[in-house]
């Protein structure tokens, strides 16, 4: 049986260990200040860095998706020792990262590559990811680690907590959200990701009153707790993500949870401050 190697791009925000531990291929997206471009690597700039530069800026940085050639060089050396590929990566309607793979795979098309619009952004993508990569490693074909990510992703809930607006609707990201602009300085929202862009959940007046919100709706949404998969993520708001994975620790005893950074290109849409809590039954 061939192998099947896994692509996925930065706005995943896999922990670097679980990238390293499974072997998956992570192309990076740009991050661009008005001075200087910074691959999304955690090299060329780290997510605390990021932050710090993002905070300090007057014009928010743009980003910008790989380009085909990025994914070429990719696809073509990991061809040399896998029979095919599974490259799979963030929402269409959030970035053209998708339609760059799809040139890259048109360009190679004698070869077996599958691009996926996973219609998703940030750890629910990373989940997919890392599903299909203990797949790959455990010897299944092509076909059923696209049918497990698939049956997976109908499971993913992720709900986002700003500290503010300001970046998602500098950055044009509010997408579903757009009702939200006019009353931005009164509310504190809750957002989740609905077709494959950013839409609003719940509207709270207070970020203390939103993530008792969001436990709140995880109580109603959670059917099994021992089969409950949870991430805790922050956008440099350690503080923040370690109360609440305390919180959800003690409200439902996970059977498993995991902390993780929101990235450069995530974060520059969130801004910093936020928290996000990604979670699915098993």
């Known amino acids: 049986m061939s192998k099947v190697a896994i692509v996925t791009d930065s706005t995943a925000d896999i922990p670097k260990d679980l990238v390293e531990r499974y072997g998956i291929k992570v192309i ?3 991050v661009n200040f008005e001075d200087r471009s910074y691959l999304d690597d955690r090299v060329d700039i780290t997510s605390k860095q990021f932050y710090e530069r993002l905070r300090s800026v ?17 696809y073509s050396e990991l061809l040399k020792e896998n029979g095919s590929i599974i490259s799979i990566h963030i929402s269409k309607k959030m970035s053209g990262t998708y339609s760059s793979a799809e040139m890259a795979r048109k360009e190679l098309s004698d ?7 996973s219609e998703l952004v940030h750890i629910p993508l990373g989940i997919l990811v890392i599903k299909a990569a203990e797949l790959a490693r455990d010897g299944k074909s092509k076909e059923e680690i696209l049918d497990a ?41 809750i957002l989740t990701l609905c077709m494959g862009e950013v839409s609003q959940f719940k509207t709270t007046r207070r970020f203390s009153q939103a993530k008792n919100e969001l436990i ?14 949870v991430t805790i993520s922050d956008s440099d708001a350690k503080a923040e993500g370690d109360e609440m994975a305390e919180r959800i620790k003690e409200t439902f005893n996970p ?9 450069a290109v995530v974060g520059n849409n969130l801004g910093p401050g936020g928290v996000a809590v ?4 098993q």
């Open 28 to 30: 990076p997206l740009y």
């Open 58 to 74: 007057k014009k928010q940085p743009t980003t910008s998706q790989p380009t085909p050639q990025d994914f070429i060089k990719a």
């Open 111 to 117: 070869s077996d590559i599958e691009v996926i619009n």
């Open 149 to 189: 990510i698939n049956k997976l992703k109908q499971k993913i809930t992720v709900l986002f907590i700003p500290s503010t607006l300001k970046y998602l609707i500098m950055g044009g990201r509010i997408g579903r959200a757009k009702g939200l602009i006019a009353s931005v300085l009164e509310i504190r929202p």
């Open 216 to 229: 709140n709706s995880m109580k109603s949404m959670v059917k099994d707790t021992n089969k409950l998969m």
């Open 255 to 263: 059977k498993q949870s995991m902390r993780a950074e929101i990235g």
């Open 278 to 281: 990604t979670f699915y039954e």
